[in-house]
């Protein structure tokens, strides 16, 4: 399967409280799909069906939790400046970004084999530095190293993630570290805080109404947003 970098893409100008980022994005997310889609048409492979999978360009949009993410991490620039951040299932990263300008020491992971150039050329655009390492999550001997922030936006969309990545999110956590997830609400997120409090975190959560921008997913929005918030940390028994 062709895996080379043959988007077409489109600027977008990203305006997080008082801080701007400038972004390429995917610039039509259902004809990447449907491209992706009738590449595969003819192919009965399983193999070949669930490597189109992993290859979906979902990553190359700005979707409503990244943005919410990005803006609780620069509201938090006093405690970001200096500090370890890991953000998981970037996608197009911009939490990434976010903690990059607020000083953090940023590494970014993913599995999709076109988000490095992506992140690559955005981080350029906003004059950030940010690394990348690839990794799949499902990975059980995945180790990144520990980090005081460990953070993600909409990475609970499906049943297996609860279970593989929970338990390698608190891997990453340093100690007195903390776990920031940003959903919509999704079925399976809420599954992931369940999971993470039973693995002896406590949780806070927060819930935060976003009006959409030009630059969120492709799907239509309703008017505003409710993105939910929820920071773990290690409980004290």
Do not use: Q
């Not at 990203?14 to 039509?28: H, K, N, Q, R, S």
């Not at 069906?49 to 190359?60: M, N, S």
């Not at 599995?111 to 990975?139: I, Q, S």
Request: overall charge negative; aromatic content about 8%.
């Amino acid at each position: 399967m062709d895996r080379s970098f043959r988007y077409r893409l489109t600027e977008s100008r990203v305006a997080i409280g008082p801080e701007t980022f400038d972004l390429e994005t995917i610039a039509d997310l259902d004809a990447e799909v449907d491209r992706l889609c009738a590449s595969i048409a003819d192919n009965v492979d399983p193999a070949i069906e669930a490597e189109a999978l992993d290859l979906a360009p979902y990553f190359g949009v700005l979707w409503p939790s990244a943005r919410a993410l990005g803006e609780w991490l620069l509201e938090r620039r006093a405690e970001i400046a200096g500090a370890s951040v890991l953000e998981v299932g970037c996608g197009l990263g911009l939490p990434a970004l976010a903690a990059a300008r607020a000083g953090a020491r940023v590494l970014a992971s993913d599995f999709h084999p076109h988000v490095p150039e992506l992140l690559r050329r955005n981080a350029l655009r906003n004059r950030v530095t940010c690394e990348y390492r690839h990794a799949d999550w499902r990975d059980e001997g995945l180790f990144l190293g520990e980090f005081d922030h460990v953070v993600g936006s909409d990475v609970f969309y499906d049943k297996e993630h609860v279970g593989a990545l929970t338990p390698r999110l608190a891997r990453h956590m340093a100690p007195g570290g903390r776990i920031v997830l940003a959903d919509p609400g999704r079925a399976w997120f809420l599954r992931a805080v369940e999971e993470l409090v039973r693995l002896g975190f406590e949780a806070h959560e927060e819930r935060r109404a976003l009006t959409p921008s030009a630059t969120d997913d492709a799907i239509r929005s309703p008017e505003r947003r409710e993105i939910r918030i929820v920071t773990f940390r290690r409980g004290s028994g």
